[in-house]
């Protein structure tokens, strides 16, 4: 495969049992979760393309003697990476599952067939949350 970057389609999906939070930025749910979460296993995270993300925690780094001597004081900061768990997107059937299970338990499933989208069923959780 050599140094082929995996591109992560936005948006993301985060799903927490029957929550699912949708995020339209890396940034956005790299800065939302908590780490301690994350070091728990909480959460399952997807690309748009049902293509299964992981959250990791990293150390901080001390980029000055400021940050050196709060990490003295105060112990390491962390800081939540998303990175991609796989290649290609080989669960996109599985988000769709979540996907439906929210929506039916929102009360939304007058809209809801076998032919509906992932695309779609992304944008009906949007549009559900806004």
């Not at 059937?93 to 979540?98: F, G, N, T, W, Y």
């Not at 996907?99 to 992304?122: A, D, F």
Request: aromatic share 6%; with cysteine.
């Amino acid at each position: 495969m050599g140094n082929t970057e995996i591109i992560i389609k936005l948006p993301i999906i985060l799903v927490d049992g029957l929550d699912v939070i949708i995020y339209t930025s890396v940034e956005q749910i790299e800065q939302d979760v908590e780490p301690i979460d994350v070091i728990n296993n909480v959460y399952t995270v997807y690309d748009s393309d049902g293509r299964l993300l992981y959250l990791d925690v990293e150390v901080k780094s001390c980029e000055n003697w400021m940050d050196l001597l709060k990490r003295i004081i105060l112990g390491p900061t962390y800081k939540v990476m998303l990175k991609p768990a796989k290649f290609e997107p080989q669960h996109e059937q599985e988000l769709r599952k979540v996907l439906v299970e929210y929506l039916v338990h929102r009360g939304i499933s007058k809209e809801l067939s076998s032919e509906t989208s992932l695309k779609e069923l992304i944008d009906m959780v949007l549009e559900f949350q806004k």
